[in-house]
């Protein structure tokens, strides 16, 4: 009889250990699949519309030089607001070169790099300009058009066919040596423009109770 209740507290100790061990297995399995139900994702190719908190441009930035920016438009996905407008997004200036003679324009690439919710909750992206940045200028072929106008007219003044033709040549000569000694437009993005950029790579973001 000793033995036979011996043998039994045994199996009913192993099937209360089990009764306790198990449960603590199985949520320990869970946990990681509810970590990751707690996550947003935003995947690649996503547009994001930005507004320039400070001003960079080809004439006066540098390669490596940082930048802010903020979400313009919030970033929606399956009718949740996982980006709201207003988030901090830093950038970092990839290539920058001046105007130059010739109407050379001026250069410049960037990247964004950086989602700032706070001072301790950051999130890397890889975000790239959707349209390239284009210089503003006038048009370069002004100077050549006008000058050459400018010298027929003198030609027909004088009197003369072959003047007149000379008076173009020589004023689209004229034209064309101004047109080479003017520089051309420089790059720049005001505090306040927009630009849209889009994900080379997915971003998990943060849950935040917006």
């Known amino acids: 009889m000793d033995s036979k209740f011996g043998t039994a507290k045994v199996f009913a100790y192993l099937i209360l250990l089990f009764v306790i061990v198990y449960p603590l297995r199985a949520q320990s399995r869970v946990k990681p699949a509810k970590q990751a139900d707690s996550i ?3 995947p690649v190719g996503t547009h994001i519309r930005l507004r320039m908190e400070s001003e ?3 004439k006066f930035s540098t390669v490596n030089d940082t930048f802010l920016a903020r979400v313009a438009v919030p970033v929606v996905i399956r009718d949740v607001t996982v980006l709201p ?6 950038g970092r200036v990839l290539e920058s070169s ?7 324009d001026g250069r410049m690439d960037i990247r964004m790099e950086t989602l700032k919710f706070s001072d301790d909750v950051n999130r ?3 975000g790239v300009p959707v349209t390239p940045f284009r210089a503003k200028h006038s048009g370069r072929w002004l100077p050549t058009i006008g000058g050459s106008i400018l010298g ?3 030609g027909f003044a004088v009197g003369s066919a072959p003047g007149a033709a000379i008076g173009a040549g020589l004023g689209a000569g004229i034209g064309a040596g ?6 051309g437009g420089n790059i720049r993005l ?5 630009f849209e950029i889009e994900l080379k790579k997915e971003v998990v973001l943060p849950v935040l109770d917006y």
């Not at 407008?85 to 830093?90: D, K, N, P, R, T």
């Not at 005001?190 to 927009?194: L, P, S, V």
């Open 85 to 90: 407008a207003g988030v901090l997004v830093e």
């Open 40 to 42: 947003y994702r935003i």
């Open 124 to 126: 890397s992206i890889d």
């Open 56 to 58: 960079i441009g080809s």
């Open 152 to 154: 027929a007219a003198v």
């Open 98 to 104: 001046p105007a130059g003679l010739g109407s050379r």
């Open 178 to 183: 101004a047109s080479y000694s003017k520089k």
């Open 190 to 194: 005001k505090e306040d423009d927009i």
